[in-house]
């Protein structure tokens, strides 16, 4: 590794930090140290956990322009199902595990499958997934799952930690390091050129469906052993399980231009977190909160949006003035 | 053999179809009707006690109910239209504010709402309009909020925060909220350190409160859950904080025991019991308890305010045994009892504490 490359990842890794960083002084000043204490740090961090494997699961499907919006729902049904047949069975921590990261998978391959054979609008299938993932738990255990003490050992620290580190890996690992990974961004950069060279794209969209399970299950397991009494939802009021996943995945798009997807979704999921704990530790009000939060995400994302704007503004002036130079001395001659 | 095969085939439709008569006749007492109960589900704590409840009167009274899950939205009002297309339909009973949209596809059908605030004056002056309207019976949610801050006040705390439904979301929830940051408002020595309201994110709140403010020591949650119980066990509060709720969950008791849950309350559904007596007495009779829908009919909330107190609730009020009686229910019939009127029904509600319940059941 040269020079230049080393200083270009120097570079780029302030650049993915320094939104972070920012709000992590920002707050830490306004808050006279209470949002920068030992505790907050745990919390903020041991709260990111599950946005962040939601983020993971769409994210999969969104290199190849997929909004899977069926994900919260899905998370539920492997919840209850995953907690449910982990106290039939007692099987404990692992049972739930288990039983939730099978649910998950299943629930993406189902998507997946669907998606393929009945070619529908991912958006539109999704919508409609979601009404009926909300509903299955209801067909089996109506009154949702109630985990015991003992169950919910995942939602702690250092477990959740323990997690949130193997499933960066395995993300790291699926996106960076697999032909399917290099696959699915072929195909999101130009779908048509990615089947004229022999991809299949059926195939790998069905993979990203069923890789997302997993980390749909993983985020089950963690929702219920957070909460430990999970109830059926109707009226997609399972979106809520994955909207901060849904917004932190905007913003790690914006991040992942200095750094790797893998690394990106965590710093934004922290950073949401730490915006929100922030508000909270000014002891704002909640509305307040509420505007102020989604004021400073639109902000982010017109700057995410825009951001080669002015580059390409100022190249577009050097290039007239080098047309119009070019044009004079044409003229002279 | 034909004519032979014809003839037994009609006696036994006779005879099934007298036995059928027969046995509908000696289910109850008085005469069958149908209702609509509607909810928006039956599987959690507080709508399988309404289930219960309402086919325990309904097998008292001759009432046969058909269980509608789900709001006053197309698809709640479509079921309910398609109730009523049917023709056999006597009474409805909705925990929600009764819209004109439901008045209007209910017809002629009384219409009763149930433990639920109407959304605003608007919507009960728009209902009123609706000769069908029988008015509303809810549980004072602004009280139990204030008495949730009291709860919490007497327990010692002063630096409190609350987490909330998504503001909105329903009017019960944000009249306790409402209450609630009142009552500490009027106090100099009570402080609102910070509220937070959501969708299902309470578990998280109470997190972000505990590791924001160190000098917490109260928590004030407009519903509660074993996931919020245990949250508080999580964030290392047993001990340091005390919580304050509303509804009963499975682990009410254990942190009632431990001190960490001060105040809670709960026995809604014997409202929805009440609710019943108010339907009850229209079909029956045309009896109008109510006699203004525009002034709604409010009912406490059982308050627990301690262990014992809650073993007095479950011994009570969730054992399987019912907060009226299925007699004192017909009490409130002015059919069978001509002193049942509006200042009965008042008296009712003035009365309902758990004091109340167990002189009426205890042994």
């Known amino acids: 590794m040269n020079r230049k490359t080393i200083l270009k990842t120097i570079v780029n890794t302030l650049k993915a930090l320094a939104l972070p960083i920012l709000v992590f002084v920002a707050f830490a000043i306004l808050t006279n140290g209470r949002s920068s204490s030992q505790r907050m740090i745990m919390t903020t961090l041991r709260q990111s956990v599950l946005p962040m494997l939601v983020c993971y699961s769409i994210m999969l499907n969104m290199v190849v322009g997929m909004i899977n919006f069926s994900a919260g729902a899905a998370i539920l049904l492997s919840g209850i199902v995953g907690g449910s047949l982990a106290l039939a069975t007692g099987t404990g921590v692992l049972g739930v595990v288990l039983f939730s990261t099978i649910t998950g998978i299943s629930t993406g391959a189902l998507t997946g499958f669907i998606y393929i054979k009945l070619r529908v609008p991912c958006m539109v299938l999704t919508i409609g997934l979601m009404l009926a993932y909300e509903a299955m738990p209801r067909l089996v255990y109506p009154n949702g799952v109630n985990l015991t003490w003992t169950y919910t050992t995942l939602a702690v620290a250092p477990y959740c930690f323990v997690v949130a580190g193997i499933m960066i890996v395995i993300f790291y690992v699926i996106s960076n390091l697999t032909a399917f990974g290099h696959n699915l961004r072929a195909i999101g950069s130009n779908q048509a050129i990615a089947d004229s060279v022999g991809l299949n794209s059926d195939r790998s969209k069905f993979l990203s469906f069923l890789c997302g399970g997993l980390f749909i299950g993983i985020a089950a397991a963690m929702y219920v052993s957070t909460n430990a009494e999970v109830r059926p939802t109707t009226a997609i009021g399972s979106m809520v399980i994955m909207l901060d996943g849904f917004i932190g995945m905007f913003l790690a798009m914006f991040i992942s231009r200095y750094c790797n997807l893998a690394i990106a979704i965590p710093i934004s999921v922290v950073t949401m977190k730490m915006i929100s704990n922030g508000f909270v530790s000014l002891g704002m009000s909640a509305t307040i909160r509420d505007v102020t939060n989604g004021v400073l995400l639109l902000v982010l994302l017109t700057i995410s949006a825009n951001q080669g704007l002015f580059e390409r503004m100022k190249q577009n002036k050097l290039f007239a003035q080098k047309a119009d130079a070019e044009y004079q001395s044409t003229r002279t001659q | ?363």
């Open chain 2, 1 to 363: 053999m034909k004519k032979l095969v014809v003839l037994l085939l009609t006696v036994c439709l006779l005879i099934s179809s007298v036995a059928c008569v027969a046995y509908g006749e000696d289910q109850g007492t008085g005469p069958s009707y149908k209702f609509i109960f509607m909810y928006y589900t039956f599987a959690d704590k507080l709508g399988s006690q309404f289930k219960s409840c309402m086919e325990y009167l309904g097998e008292a009274f001759n009432v046969e109910f058909q269980f509608i899950e789900g709001s006053l939205d197309e698809e709640g009002l479509a079921a309910i239209e398609a109730a009523v297309a049917k023709g056999d339909l006597d009474g409805i009973m909705v925990v929600a504010s009764a819209s004109p949209a439901l008045l209007t596809i209910a017809g002629d059908i009384p219409v009763l709402a149930v433990c639920n605030a109407p959304a605003s004056e608007e919507m009960v002056a728009e209902a009123v309009a609706f000769p069908n309207y029988l008015g509303a019976i809810y549980d004072s949610d602004y009280q139990v909020g204030y008495a949730a801050a009291q709860g919490l006040y007497d327990a010692g705390c002063r630096k409190v925060c609350l987490a909330g439904l998504t503001q909105g979301l329903t009017k019960s929830h944000d009249d306790r909220a409402t209450a609630f940051i009142d009552f500490v408002n009027e106090k100099e020595d009570m402080e609102l350190l910070a509220d937070n309201y959501s969708y299902g994110l309470m578990v998280e709140a109470i997190g972000s409160f505990a590791a924001a403010y160190p000098e917490l020591d109260g928590i004030f949650c407009t519903y509660g859950t074993d996931a919020i119980l245990n949250a508080m066990r999580t964030e290392g509060l047993v001990g340091y904080a005390k919580l304050a709720t509303v509804d009963v969950s499975s682990e009410t008791g254990t942190y009632f025991d431990n001190g960490t849950l001060v105040w809670t309350a709960g026995g809604q559904y014997g409202t929805a019991m009440v609710a019943f007596a108010i339907m009850y007495n229209y079909v029956i009779d045309g009896t109008r308890i109510i006699p203004d829908p525009i002034v709604s009919m409010i009912r406490p909330f059982i308050q627990i305010n301690g262990s014992d107190a809650f073993r007095n609730y479950v011994t009570y009020v969730d054992s399987g045994e019912f907060v009226y009686s299925a007699d004192e229910v017909r009490d409130m019939i002015h059919y069978y009892n001509s002193e049942a009127d509006y200042d009965y029904f008042i008296e009712l509600g003035e009365n309902y504490n758990l004091e109340d319940i167990q002189a009426r059941h205890g042994e």
